[in-house]
């Protein structure tokens, strides 16, 4: 349930609406917007009188919320969330964020070579990969610690901020320490304790992928299991479902972009790189992305993809980011953006 309060309510009439609220067994989290204050209820709305909350005087509207995600809901926040990523670099606002890097972390010279190049492209955030899922055990599986240790190194030398994916529960309080936004894999998307622990030790941002064969609602649901335990900084990622194709790596659901848009206040990003794995089709995916709502766009650049230890086929050179960021630049304002 959620109780939308008139634009001229008094601190008294709040007051009046939460205690009505409370007296129906449940919590109350205040969502206070730009133009409008939401007292959304946590726990089970049953026992709460909805006609007697109608009638208080600083009450607009009750609504019984049917959907199973509550403090995701854009009913519950209807403003759209900013979170910021560290080092001044917001994602959620006008302007749009853009994080890019490597797939993998391989040597010291080639994240610090690739994080300097993205930055002078515009980038406002170092992804790189320190832990790898990989499909195979023989594959590169990343640097592993010393990979964290190689993406601090990046960032003293750029100031970008550090995106990097968790494996597991038992290295949230090394990544609270030495990484500036948490990402949640689409393997991961339904690693409940690994949710939960999220959302009670660590007050970083939650980058979280879409899993594989995920609805929709299961995503929401699995940001909700992050911020029920405390941590409301998630920012939701469409990186390719899988389908019956096979011409591409997955099928992106640029659909979902607008679908969560209009479900959720939590910001949306967009991963053309592992939904296409192919490079030529980074560029355009991006710019429809951005056209679609997305608040941001996570690009795979490598500075030799060629013979990258990691899904080479789909990164961008250097020059090849540059060329994209200028195409973004083009795009973003039709859709009242900036890059």
């Not at 001044?88 to 040597?107: D, F």
């Not at 300097?116 to 955030?125: I, K, L, M, P």
Request: hydrophobic fraction near 40%; aromatic fraction near 4%.
């Amino acid at each position: 349930m959620v109780v939308i309060m008139k634009p001229n309510f008094t601190p008294e009439q709040l007051q009046e609406a939460i205690q009505a609220m409370k007296a129906g067994g449940v919590q109350v989290n205040i969502s206070k917007g730009s133009e409008t204050t939401v007292l959304g209820a946590e726990g089970n709305a049953a026992g709460i009188d909805q006609e007697l909350l109608e009638q208080l005087p600083g009450v607009e509207k009750v609504m019984r919320v049917t959907e199973p995600y509550k403090k995701a809901n854009r009913k519950f926040h209807p403003d759209d969330s900013v979170i910021d990523l560290g080092g001044g670099a917001l994602i959620g606002g006008k302007k749009l964020a853009v994080i890019a890097g490597p797939c993998s972390v391989e040597s010291e010279a080639q994240i610090t070579a690739v994080a300097q190049a993205v930055r002078e492209s515009g980038a406002c955030a170092l992804r790189g990969g320190a832990f790898k899922p990989r499909t195979s055990p023989y594959s590169f599986q990343g640097l592993e610690c010393e990979g964290l240790n190689l993406l601090q190194k990046a960032k003293e030398a750029t100031g970008l901020p550090i995106v990097t994916e968790i494996m597991g529960t038992e290295y949230v309080e090394l990544f609270e320490e030495c990484v500036d936004v948490i990402q949640v894999g689409a393997r991961n998307m339904q690693n409940f304790d690994l949710l939960k622990k999220l959302g009670k030790r660590t007050t970083k941002p939650i980058l979280l992928k879409r899993g594989l064969s995920a609805t929709i609602e299961e995503w929401l649901m699995s940001a909700e299991y992050i911020m029920a335990g405390g941590n409301q900084k998630v920012i939701l990622c469409e990186r390719g479902i899988r389908t019956f194709e096979t011409f591409t790596r997955n099928t992106l659901d640029l659909s979902a972009v607008l679908a969560v848009k209009s479900l959720s206040h939590l910001p949306v990003v967009v991963d053309p790189s592992h939904a296409c794995g192919k490079a030529w089709m980074v560029e355009r995916m991006a710019m429809a992305a951005v056209a679609t709502g997305a608040d941001g766009l996570i690009i795979e650049v490598h500075n030799d993809p060629k013979n990258a230890l990691c899904d080479g086929a789909q990164s961008l050179t250097p020059d090849q980011f540059t060329d994209v960021m200028g195409k973004l630049a083009a795009v973003a304002p039709c859709v009242g953006r900036e890059v």
